[in-house]
Nanobody
């Protein structure tokens, strides 16, 4: 069955970096655009970044543009989110998703705090 497993979250100081991973199984990510979402406490889930199937096109939320980079390794069936210059407002649970599929992983918690 379709599974998405996010990892790499943690506690980091403002200005720090984290790299999130999303390992997919049960389907081939090559056939899908892949995305990262996040949900902060008391807020709706919001789209952070999207990458097309070939990896040549990316789109970012204005709030993370220039700081976050989405990438994919189709051979490993894995999607990544490199997060630099982290801010307290980036604190959230981060989820990956295959565009068009309704499956979600458990998410990974990112906390940016001094």
């Amino acid at each position: 069955q379709v599974q998405l497993v996010e990892s790499g979250g943690g506690l980091v100081q403002p200005g720090g970096s984290l790299r999130l991973s999303c390992a997919a199984s049960g389907f081939t990510i090559r056939q899908y655009a892949m995305s990262w979402y996040r949900q902060a406490p008391g807020k709706e889930r919001e789209l952070v970044a999207v990458i097309n199937g070939a990896g040549g096109s990316t789109t970012y939320a204005n709030s993370v543009k220039g700081r976050f980079t989405i990438s994919r390794d189709n051979a490993k069936n894995t999607v990544y989110l490199q997060m630099n210059s982290l801010k307290p407002e980036d604190t959230a649970v981060y989820y990956c998703n295959a565009v068009g599929l309704k499956h979600w992983g458990q998410g990974t918690q990112v906390t940016v705090s001094s």
